[in-house]
């Protein structure tokens, strides 16, 4: 019998769970969403075609995820895939409403009126933030 470094039985890493989340973020947030999606959704949960966008939008979204779910839930118990699934699309959805975005804009980086480029960029960051916290807790 020969040692080795490698756990016994099913075991998901945090950095393959977490390459897998940015492959199926940017499958979801750019090769899936609709133009009318991109553009409606910032007008917010509160407004009615803003909240049918978001909705819309993150239906798609999740189904760029349903393989690296499936792993998760192969690898780990359905429970835990469902519940890191919870922690993807719960966030994305909060991001995606564009309060958080304008709050920081405003608040933490000072800017009125930011360009497009920086207000992608914040709201990116803040998805890549929420899913290494996914990626921990898929691998937990």
Known sequence: MCAHAEPLGPHVSWSAALLLFLVSHAAGDILLQTDWQ???KVTGLANP???RALTRHLGTYMLAYVPA????GAETTALRAVAVGALIAVPHLVIDDGRIVSAWLRGVKHVSDP???LRIAVDQTFHAICLLGAALVAAA
């Open 38 to 40: 991109a553009l409606t």
């Open 49 to 51: 075609s803003g909240r």
């Open 69 to 72: 779910l499936v792993w998760v």
């Open 115 to 117: 360009a497009l480029g």
